[in-house]
Each structure stands twice: as C-alpha cells, then as structure tokens.
C-alpha cells in the first residue's frame, strides 16, 4: 500500500524531472532564438536613427541602457514567436506600448513590444515561429521620426541579455 506521505514524495520527484524532460526536449530542437520579424535570407537589420540606435546596451535618455534589440520591420508585419513557451502578458506595457512576453522551457523570456495588434494572451502556448501579433509604434517608438522597429528582449527573471551573444541563431545575419 502505497501511503500519502510516499505518494507525496513521487509526486515532488516526477515534476523536476518532468521539467527536465522539456527542457531536453526544446534545447535539442530548439536551441537558438530565430527572427521574430520576417527575415529576408535571415537577413535582419538593426535600427540606427536620429532618435536611437538599435544595438543592445546603446545609450538612452537619462542615462539608460537599451535592454534589447531593435529589428527594423515595417508597421503591420508579422511578429513570430522566437522560441516555443508559454505567453506570460500580453497587453499594454508603459514604454513598451503593446507587448508580449513569452516564458521558455529553458527558463529565459522573451520580450515583443510597440505591437499594433495582438493575436495570443497570457496563457496561451505558442510554438517557434508561430504569429503573436503585429509590429507597430506604440509606446516609445510613436514619434514619426523613429524607424519603424520591432523591440526584442531576452530576460533571466529580471536581467536583461544580449540576444547576439550565443542566444539567437548564429545563421542569423546582423547588420548594424
Ligand atoms: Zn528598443
């Protein structure tokens, strides 16, 4: 007979390892990020205007640090899913505008912000490469001078890294 303090005990077991499993899983077939905006011969350009330029860690007003990268797209285009995981929020965000953040098996989080529309909420699992919503410029990028762009982000918990640093797909060409 198998009591409840034992079953208790397989159950706190069976979920590490079930968590490692997909972990496993999607780090065997997915292990690197792919374009979140479409990539012509993955081909992916970062913005560099007069209001910013686009780069990882690139000065900010008021002595910020940009957390992300910003991947030139025009309004209305499809935004993809880097990675398979699970919608954490999607909605409005202060600076981002319209956004999405997807939590992954590997335990990172992506990040999709100045959305013109969104297609998947909090909840929701998306797989790689599926459509999340539509870039646009809501939130900071509303000025008429900023290039239209896509504002990508990786995060562990709060830390913001560098997604060209062994995160997304070293096939993906990067122009600055
Ligand atoms: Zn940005």
Redesign the pocket.
Known sequence: MIGAASLGAVCLAAFPLATNYYRTYYGTREPFYGSPVPAFSSWVQI?NDPY?K?AFGASRNGGRV?????LVTRAGYPVFAAKSGRVAFSGDAKGYGLSTDILHPDGLRSRY?HLSALDVQAGDWVVKEQIIGKSGKTGN?QNPHITP?L?FEIRNRETALNPTANLLDPSIVISY
């Open positions: 913005r910013g686009g940009h957390q992300g990268l910003d912000a990028a762009h504002h």
